[in-house]
């Protein structure tokens, strides 16, 4: 790279590394990043909020045994400064901390290795870390770690997540009692006296701005005088949990910037990463970018977004990075490739096999099917299929794996039975593979789209009082906030109650099936009714309804046919889902999948009534996103 050499300072209590581009200041042997300096602003973070100041790595931590999400913050500093490598086109500097009984009860058992890397002619830097728990250390729960910048409140109000999800912000301030009113829970507040008042009457809310791991790429800040974007740069999501689909933080008002590795949000404490006593356990999470430019004139400063997209797409096409110094990094040549071809078979729809156009396929440890969306400790390699199915996965760690698609417009889940054993160089052709989506009989009736989301389902407009002007008239309008309580707007005395052939999913099916308020802190369970005719029923067949769930939190799902009142029910999920997707204006979290036998003495010849609760009732974000629902007839009566 050209530019000037990369030079480090180091001192007793902090170390500066410079490129001539940017100057980086981190305090040693802490490794917290209390500087960055560029393009004529002395520095980029801010250091004089309440709490959480600069640049770091932190993490949230509980004992062996809890259930619970949150537990103890950890802002990590280390104990040991060590210069990994130093010359004219790079530095790595490695901040350790480890773990030792002195410390128990006080911080996680875990010895951590923060990286910082800077290279030559770049304008910005890197940063990873490697967690890894050794077999003398006592079991815990790694709930949350992060690494999260806090920018200067006083120079970034424009913030940028993709094309369409991009605004000027509130300010820090406007989120304050005297300024603004908590709503349903702390991180949403109704500004009513904003500093600046174009911003009144407008919810904030962090949880607004979350994005899928797939799509969790490029986010961050514009400043514009000067004019000077700060970005996050995700390169790979090998090294976040949860799959392709698992939503998580990006950047959010005061003003901050996160990477984040590993959380419950949108999944629940299957997420957790939970350790046993004596577990041993290694990951590389990272690296991540931080990348800053800049433009001569403040009129040009949204050009920086753009600007930012196309450097992330170099850095996705250089991954895996050659520089990092890590042995525990695996570089190109240590790794291997997967390929092949998807296709679908499902007799009911095509006696030949269909394309699997555009599934998305991925290598996640071994488990059960599905079982990816739950994984948490090890790594995963995802890829979309082209038109015709084929797929190729490239550089993937080694290890062992299993191999796992799903097909947009299938419902379920594939897995290829063969373990696959990745070694360096490898390159696996497994051929052509048949996945066979779940099918008993062909379909008397369906509702909605197999897309594993409720997007496509009657999403309404929010209550005035609690807009976020960015999702009026957007593709994401389920992010605005209260979308819960409109449901007892629209019913307010009785459930919802869709007739097959009748009615429109699109506007007829409301979103999610949530609680109906009664009261102060009081709610009611909600049964929905499906109502369909029959021209001929086989007493002695068995029906299959498909219940395929995009989210669930808390809840219990019953299904009764043709009588509100049976018990036992047909068929009861127990209690399922703690991905608090409602809450958090996602339109998916975990996926479930139901299938249910209705015997055919169930139904009678004419109009029948699918009655479906959701039967816990102790707050207002329990509740179900149904993906898709079909009703299969026995094979027996296709032609019937």
Not at 219 to 236: E, K, L, R, Y
Not at 300 to 316: C, F, I, P
Request: a negative charge; glycine letters at 8%; proline letters at 6%.
């Amino acid at each position: 790279m050209s530019g000037d050499a990369v030079q480090l300072l180091v001192e007793d209590e902090r170390v500066v590394i410079d490129n001539g581009i940017l100057q980086l200041t981190l305090t040693n042997p802490g490794g917290i990043i209390r500087g960055i300096k560029y393009n004529g602003i002395d520095n980029l973070l801010e250091l004089n909020n309440k709490d959480l100041n600069g640049g770091f790595w932190d993490l949230n931590w509980s004992e062996a045994g809890s259930s619970k999400t949150r537990g103890k913050f950890d802002t990590i500093e280390g104990t040991c400064l060590k210069v990994i490598v130093e010359n004219e086109e790079q530095i790595e500097l490695s901040f350790t901390r480890m773990w030792d009984a002195s410390v128990q009860g006080q911080q996680a058992p875990l010895f951590i290795d923060r990286r910082f890397v800077m290279l030559r002619g770049s304008s910005g830097f890197y940063s990873y870390a490697i967690f890894e728990h050794l077999e003398d250390f006592p079991g815990f729960n790694l709930n949350t770690t992060r690494i999260a910048f806090m920018l200067k409140k006083d120079t970034f109000h424009y913030m940028a997540i993709s094309d369409s999800r991009q605004r000027y912000m509130p300010l820090p301030d406007d989120r304050l009692p005297e300024r603004g009113q908590q709503l349903a829970y702390p991180e949403a507040v109704l500004l009513v006296d904003p500093i600046e008042p174009e911003f009144k009457g407008e919810v904030d809310d962090k949880y607004q701005y979350s994005c899928e791991n797939k799509d969790n790429q490029v986010h961050g800040w514009i400043c514009f005088d000067p004019p000077v974007g700060f970005w996050q740069i995700t390169p790979s999501n090998e090294f976040r949990t949860g799959g392709p689909f698992k939503q998580d933080l990006t950047s959010h008002v005061n003003p901050t910037t996160l990477a984040i590795f590993v959380t419950s949000h949108y999944a629940g404490e299957d997420l957790l990463v939970k350790l046993e006593s004596g577990e041993v356990w290694k990951k590389v999470l990272g690296p991540v970018f931080i990348y800053l430019n800049s433009v001569p004139d403040r009129d040009d400063a949204l050009s920086l977004w753009d600007d930012a997209k196309e450097k992330m797409k170099t850095e996705v096409q250089s991954w895996p990075y050659s520089f990092p110094a890590s042995t525990d990094f695996q570089k190109s040549d240590q790794r291997g490739t997967v390929r092949g071809k998807l296709m679908v078979q499902d007799r009911y729809i095509s006696n030949e096999t269909i394309l699997a156009k555009a599934a998305y396929v991925g290598l996640a440890p071994p488990g059960d099917v599905g079982s990816w969306q739950r994984e948490h400790k090890g790594y995963q390699f995802w890829t979309t299929a082209d038109e015709t199915g084929s797929f190729v996965i490239n550089s993937i760690q080694t290890g062992d794996y299993n191999l796992y698609a799903c097909v947009l417009g299938f419902i379920g889940d594939y897995k290829y039975e063969t373990p696959l054993t990745i070694t360096p160089g490898c390159d696996i052709d497994v051929g052509e593979l048949i996945f066979e989506p779940p099918r008993d009989g062909p379909t008397l009736w369906e509702i909605g789209i197999p897309d594993r989301t409720a997007k496509e389902f009657y999403i309404p407009d929010p209550n005035p009082t609690y807009i976020n002007k960015l999702y009026v008239n957007h593709p994401d309008r389920f992010r605005q906030y209260g979308l819960w309580e409109r449901y007892a707007d629209l019913y307010p005395d009785k459930d919802l109650v869709y007739t097959v052939g009748v009615d429109d999913y699109r506007k007829d099916w409301f979103f999610a099936q949530v609680t109906r308020k009664t009261g102060d802190n009081a709610y009611k369970s909600t049964t929905w009714q499906i109502k369909f005719n029959l021209d001929n029923v086989d007493q002695a067949g068995t029906y299959i309804l498909r219940l395929a769930l995009a989210s669930a939190h808390n809840s219990d799902l019953q299904v009764r046919i043709n009588d509100p009142d049976v018990n036992p029910p047909v068929f009861s999920s127990g209690v399922i889902g703690a991905d608090n997707a409602i809450a958090r204006h996602g339109i998916r979290g975990i996926y479930w999948l139901f299938s249910v036998e209705i015997p055919g003495s169930e139904l009678v010849q004419g109009e029948n009534t699918i009655f479906l609760t959701q039967a816990r009732s102790s707050s207002p974000f329990q509740g179900i996103m149904y993906d898709y629902i079909r009703m299969e007839s026995p094979s027996s009566v296709v032609n019937s």
